[in-house]
């Protein structure tokens, strides 16, 4: 195998393939990556027996080959990206990288213990443009579970109806949700749960691309497909067995508060707000008024209170958050404003953009004693 | 040789030719699905395991299978996943972070695919007179569903302990096998969509597919013609296969209108039992333990007069029982006394219960039986006289708690002994005849309507 390559793309494959490798001690070269030089390419594989990604690198290839080698210490030799051309070239079991006056061998891993990643072509695809996609993913992805107690929550809800999709996620205290009404090319429904892991590994080999593309979705055998159109990139994972909750019967209807607040200045303040926080992680919002009032402080730090301006209908109310749950939902809120609804007493509350319709964010408050 | 052993042939063989990390990284999770006309299908755990046991173990899994079962042709490989039991009903809601107070969604407990509640369970269903009948058959079927009682039809009023029952079977049951639990509105309603987006295939498979079907108040199909046929057919499929079915309702079958003979006779053809109103005791046993669930300390004399006062339904009893929770919380330091508790509960207690004299009884009653008023406090000793008296004698007795004498004052100038027995073999009717419990009951039910 011999190849020629430009150092920003190979690095910046290699960042987020690495992501996927992981460390089995029943199959350590799950720790590597898989490389093969044919045709015009580069292909770059990396699993970990759950998830699989393969990208296709644009790379002037002398003689076809294949490798499998750690990633770590490949991009570390690579170092910061830049313009120049690297050289790879394999002899024997060992690989060797020039790049201009620098040059370094690396042990190379037996290519037959790698293992296969399942190349699927679903009867069916859906079709969303990534510029719509990845955001929606990002904007949803911190709100999946980290307990395994409900492993149903510890992936992204994916739903794709012919006129609609949505991405959800929920830990049973707060949920986010990015509902996009719009057609699909979806003739079949599909529902299923993605896994972190996946999800984030799209996330990341999307946005690493510069160019805006169409995301080809599909599903097939307890296996979720995920490509761009000419498969340069190809990532497969299996699904999260279960059923979501259907969680649109707690998005409440009827409020007794509803505020519209600046976003920013709120945002600074709950920051801010959390600093003083206990390791409760408690910042009480209160709304009396036209004026919300963000206190903290029953720590050993000190104490904090903010009051800003804000719009109200309906009563005055006084609740206590999680600090960070709320900066979570807020970061992903689109405008100047936000809209702030309180349901009841020990109820969620409704965090959403003013002008933008799409993404909604429900808290669970903290109960107070 | 059964496919277990078969497997287990394969695997030793396989374990000697390869590493521990290989064989323990693509052989875990693996059995064999199916055998059938020379081919098996091995379940593989995922797309990854299926590619590698293609290309890398292939002649290696044929050869070791003919080496014990020489008729073996082909070998596939199927991705498989054992269905993880449904989340094993928590006793927390969900991890909170720290033990900060982080309130949880509630609804999201709720088994979304058996719509069961996890709180209704066995264990905290409160057994007495009134509903033991009715436990012990839910208890059987929950431990040998399919075989004992099929089906198992539950009726009785409001707020008793059905849908606890119901779904306590459903929850026991849901651990190992594959349970549905929905009203018979649900099912109505899915049947519709179904009919009318033409997938009535995939309404079948999801019903008759299913070990356990429980429906909460299935008299509401009454009338639904097309409903109660597809529930005809859903019923045997299920029945012939011994699938548990469990139904409940607030009356027996012979009391359902409109409900098909077919359907009727079926469900009669199971074990029906009823739950009654519960007695003084088990609803003194009630507030105490759902007061030990709202970890809530109140005196034994404030139970001791919600559970005197509060006789018809157990869903009555938790209000009452909330609303002095709430008030001793809020107004009285978490100590209220009996005083401030009847104060409370006046307005649930001393409800207008429309105050009804034994002028009305006597009313009532001969305009049901179809005779007069004079017949009732008349001498005639015809029995289509003589039953309507005694049911005169026994309501003024149970409602009005009347002592003896004076209803036997009341109605002609009649020996009180003549009330007693009256009033006994009423009763003895009631536990040997259903049908005339209902009839009771509709009598009831007018004497408190107009």
């Known amino acids: 195998m011999n190849f020629l390559i430009k150092k920003n793309i190979f690095i910046r494959a290699l960042s987020y393939i690495e992501g996927i490798t992981s460390r089995n001690t029943n199959l350590p070269i799950l720790a590597s990556v898989h490389m093969r030089a044919k045709g ?156 972190l892991r996946c999800a984030q590994a799209i996330i990341k080999v999307f946005r690493g691309k510069e160019l805006e593309e169409d995301v080809f979705i599909g599903y097939e055998d307890n296996q979720f497909i995920v490509r761009n159109e000419d498969r340069s990139v190809y990532i497969v994972s299996k699904v999260i067995e279960g059923e979501y909750p259907g969680y649109t019967s707690i998005i409440p209807t009827q409020f007794i508060t509803i505020c519209t607040i600046p976003k920013g200045e709120f945002l600074q303040n ?91 964010y429900l808290i669970m408050p903290i109960r107070e004693t | 040789m059964t496919e277990q052993e078969l497997w287990q042939a394969v695997l030793t063989d396989i374990e000697v030719q390869t590493s521990r990390a290989n064989f323990i990284t693509w052989f875990r999770n693996t059995y064999v699905a199916s055998r059938k006309n020379g081919v098996v299908s091995v379940a593989v755990p995922n797309g990854f395991t299926r590619e590698w046991l293609q290309s890398k173990y292939h002649k290696a899994i044929l050869k070791s299978l003919r080496n014990t079962t020489p008729e073996v042709k082909e070998v596939r490989y199927v991705i498989e996943t054992k269905k993880a039991p449904p989340s094993a009903v928590p006793t927390r809601p969900a991890i909170a972070p720290t033990d900060s107070g982080q309130l949880a969604f509630e609804e999201l407990n709720v088994n979304q695919s058996t719509n069961l509640n996890p709180k209704y369970t066995f264990d905290s269903f409160i057994v007495g007179p009134s509903n033991e009948l009715a436990h012990a058959a839910a208890l059987s079927v929950s431990k040998k569903p399919g075989t004992v009682y099929n089906p198992l039809f539950i009726y009785g009023g409001v707020g008793l302990g059905k849908t606890h029952l119901l779904q306590s079977i459903g929850n026991t049951l849901a651990q190992t096998k594959n349970v549905a639990y929905l009203s018979s509105e649900r099912f109505t309603n899915d049947f519709i969509s179904s009919v009318q987006e033409g997938s009535m295939e995939s309404f079948k498979n999801k019903y008759r597919k299913k070990d356990v079907l429980i429906i909460d108040d299935i008299q509401f199909i009454a009338g639904k013609e097309q409903t109660q046929e597809e529930f005809f057919h859903t019923f045997n499929a299920l029945h012939e296969q011994n699938k548990q079915i469990i139904l409940s309702s607030d009356r027996p079958p012979r009391a359902i209108p409109t409900l098909e003979d077919r359907l009727r006779s079926r469900f009669e053809g199971g074990m029906l039992v ?9 609803r003194l046993a009630i507030l105490q333990a759902k ?138 009717s009631l536990q040997k005849n259903e049908g005339f419990e209902d009839e009771l009951n509709l009598i009831k039910q007018q004497l408190y309507s107009d």
């Open chain 1, 40 to 195: 015009k390419n580069i292909i770059i594989s990396a699993t970990n027996l759950e998830l699989g990604v393969i990208v296709s690198l644009p790379a002037q290839v002398v003689t076809e080959g294949d490798g499998v080698v750690a990633p770590r210490i490949l991009s570390s030799f690579l170092g910061q990206p830049s313009d120049t051309i690297i050289e790879v070239i394999k002899k024997d079991s060992s690989l060797f990288l020039k790049e201009q006056k620098r040059s370094a061998t690396i042990q190379l891993e037996g290519e037959e213990d790698f293992p296969i990643i399942p190349s699927i072509s679903p009867k069916e695809e859906a079709v969303i443009p990534s510029l719509r996609f990845i955001p929606a993913l990002e904007r949803v992805v911190g709100s999946v579970s980290v307990s395994e107690a409900k492993p149903e929550l510890t992936g992204v809800f994916l739903s794709l109806q012919p006129r609609e999709w949505v991405v959800a996620a929920t830990d049973g205290f707060r949920l986010s949700e990015v509902r996009v009404g719009q057609a699909s090319g979806v003739v079949s429904p599909l529902q299923c749960i993605i896994p």
């Open chain 1, 270 to 360: 709950v920051k801010s707000a959390g600093l003083f926080a206990s390791r409760a992680n408690t910042v009480r919002i209160e709304i009396e008024g036209d004026k919300a009032h963000i206190t903290s402080g029953e720590g050993d730090v000190g104490s904090f209170i903010a009051s800003m301006d804000i719009e109200k209908s309906g009563e005055n109310c006084s609740l206590v958050f999680n600090h960070h749950y709320l900066i979570d939902g807020l970061q992903n809120i689109q405008g100047e404003k936000f809209s702030f609804k309180v349901s009841k007493k020990d109820g969620p509350a409704l965090l959403s953009g003013v002008d933008e319709k799409h993404y909604l």
């Open chain 2, 274 to 282: 009823d739950i009654g109103y519960p007695d003084y005791e088990t």
């Open chain 2, 291 to 428: 007061g030990k669930e709202k970890e809530a300390v109140l005196r034994a004399e404030v139970l001791e007069y919600i559970a005197h006062n509060i006789q018809k339904n157990v869903r009555e009893l938790e209000g009452a029982l909330n609303l002095i929770v709430a008030s001793s919380k809020q107004l009285y330091d978490n100590d209220i006394s009996l005083e401030q508790a009847k104060k409370t509960l006046s307005h649930l207690i001393g409800r207008p219960q429309k105050p009804i004299g034994f002028q009305h009884i006597i009313k009532t009653v001969s305009q049901f039986y179809e005779i007069s008023e004079a017949d009732i406090l008349g001498k005639n000793r015809k029995q289509e006289v003589v039953l309507p008296r005694q049911v005169v004698m026994f309501l003024m007795r149970d409602e009005l708690r009347n002592s003896y004498p004076s209803i036997g004052e009341k109605l002609g100038g009649r020996d009180h002994t003549t009330v007693m027995h009256a009033c006994s073999k009423i009763e003895k």
